[in-house]
């Protein structure tokens, strides 16, 4: 949009800083900043607000889309983009980008945290400090040596790949056609190969996107092909696993343990199997909130490089759809 002044309406929470570098990047557009109401992650704009905006920085719920009759760009704060790409859901000329590389550090450093916590049995040990039990539950594991597999090997998986990979393990990567190790991967097979290399992990982490090709792919078939005593982890989408098949092979022994940041739905049921399964650890989807600073410090330095090409009529960064 060369030449024209610009209306940005922002939802996240950014503080002065990160306004100050979203401002830099457009020294003549106009800024509307949202503030969040208590426990809201965005703030929640007026129908004014969003008709007059040329660009909005965070997830408008898409059924508020048609409001927005001047947006050109809308910045989504996510990673994940699946709520928009519904048929006519999103306006012919409107710019679609999303949040790729602000999440990497956030959802990696949880998941790994929450696979090792296992390892090391800590829930465990937990348990029996509000027990008042001064108890040993035995041996433990090691990443040391051990083999990780990663399903989906972009920014959030890689920079799980290089933690475990610090740690002395040995990381192999999966995605939907293979081809080039990223940092942190030693090989990278295309996802029709899990049969063949399932058995070879003793961690398998998963950081895939909700498809119809990834929908229900962690079943008991997927379980069963993984090596006994194994540990699994989902940081993607709960839509991935089907949770009657992971408590059976808790409840059976078959894995030593499972990560779950992720369920389908969401919130879990009172009534889900899941909360009581064996070695199980749950958190509510909080990996890749806002809670870790680095996150907001990313979706506002990839919002203000997206506002400044917008305004020069440059390519833009994350383009999910034009």
């Known amino acids: 949009m060369p030449g024209s002044t610009l209306n940005v309406l922002v939802l996240p929470p950014f503080n002065e800083q990160q306004r100050t570098r979203l401002e830099a990047s457009a020294p003549h557009a106009r800024f509307t900043y949202v503030t969040p109401k208590p426990g809201a992650m965005l703030g929640n704009p007026t ?20 409001e927005a009759t001047s947006l050109k760009l809308l910045q989504l704060n996510s990673a994940g983009y699946d709520n928009y790409l519904a048929a006519g859901t999103l306006p012919a000329d409107l710019a679609l980008c999303c949040a790729v590389g602000a999440y990497g550090q956030a959802v990696s450093e949880h998941l790994f945290a929450m696979t090792l916590a296992l390892m090391k049995r800590l829930p465990g040990y937990h348990d029996l400090q509000h027990a008042h039990d001064w108890g040993d539950l035995g041996p433990v594991t090691t990443l040391a040596g051990a083999r990780v597999l990663v399903l989906g090997t972009g920014d959030i998986g890689s920079h799980f790949a290089q933690l475990c990979q610090a740690m002395g393990a040995r990381v192999t990567g999966a995605n939907r056609h293979g081809g080039e190790a990223p940092a942190g991967f030693e090989t990278v097979h295309p996802i029709d190969e899990l049969p063949q290399i399932l058995g070879e992990a003793d961690v398998v982490a998963s950081f895939l996107p909700s498809s119809p090709a990834t929908q229900g792919l962690v079943d008991a078939a997927f379980f069963s092909a993984m090596r006994p005593g194994a540990f699994f982890a989902n940081g993607g989408r709960g839509d991935l696993v089907v949770a009657d098949d992971l408590v059976a092979a808790l409840v059976n022994g078959h894995l030593a343990g ?52 917008l305004e020069a009529g440059e390519p833009l960064r994350n383009l999910v759809r034009r």
């Open 47 to 66: 129908s004014d607000q969003v008709a007059e905006a040329d660009v909005i920085v965070g997830n408008l719920s898409p059924e508020r889309l048609p």
């Open 258 to 309: 499972a990560a779950l940041d992720v369920t389908s739905p969401e919130p879990l049921p009172e009534d889900s199997p899941l909360w009581d399964a064996p070695n199980l650890l749950i958190t509510p989807h909080v990996s890749g909130g806002f809670h870790l600073s680095t996150v907001l410090d990313s979706i506002a330095d990839i919002a203000a490089e997206n506002i400044a090409h």
